[in-house]
């Protein structure tokens, strides 16, 4: 199998549009060919891969599909939608969801699931922490952060981003994962 074999099926889905799919599938083969090839030296890889005995990677020079991820994060929204958004919201009739949307707001922008596992130390101390246990760096809590923390009971509850888990779920919270 070469390079080229391995590139047809992956072109297609970019040439189709489908830059998110071509650029999984391109994921995916290099990291299946990757691991069949150190296979023999690696006993962290799977024993199915073992087999192949492969002598080359046809892939390790494959280059990425480009626009096929990371332009979510070069997206962002002028003032007017930040305002809008901010509005909305405040809006809303206080519920566990609008809080957490809120609160990331508040903590501009930091990851839902990060905020839904924050705790409240003290009066003015969010504690977040990442889904490795490390603590994230938060800003100064202003006011409305400060408010919005406390009438979600932040720091007695932990919430799930899992629609079918219950939410909230009362208990003690450590603030790790």
């Not at 009739?93 to 957490?100: E, F, G, H, L, N």
């Not at 949307?101 to 990060?114: K, N, V």
């Amino acid at each position: 199998m070469t390079q080229s074999d391995l590139a047809a099926p992956i072109r297609t889905l970019r040439d189709a549009g489908k830059l998110r799919t071509a650029g999984l599938l391109h994921s995916y083969i290099v990291r299946a060919f990757g691991l069949a090839y150190k296979a023999d030296d690696n006993p962290d890889a799977p024993a199915a891969f073992v087999p192949f005995t492969m002598r080359s990677n046809p892939v390790a020079d494959m280059k990425p599909i480009q626009g096929a991820a990371g332009e979510t994060h070069e997206q962002v929204m002028t003032i007017g939608q930040l305002q809008e958004y901010a509005t909305t919201l405040q809006g809303r009739p206080q519920s566990v969801a609008r809080d957490i949307l809120l609160l990331s707001l508040y903590c501009g922008g930091q990851r839902l699931a990060q905020v839904a596992r924050a705790t409240m130390v003290g009066a003015a101390v969010m504690v977040i922490m990442d889904s490795k246990g490390k603590r994230v760096p938060t800003p100064p809590l202003i006011r409305s952060t400060i408010l919005v923390a406390a009438s979600t009971r932040l720091s007695t509850a932990r919430w799930s981003l899992n629609p079918g888990a219950a939410s909230p779920t009362a208990g003690p919270s450590s603030g790790r994962a």
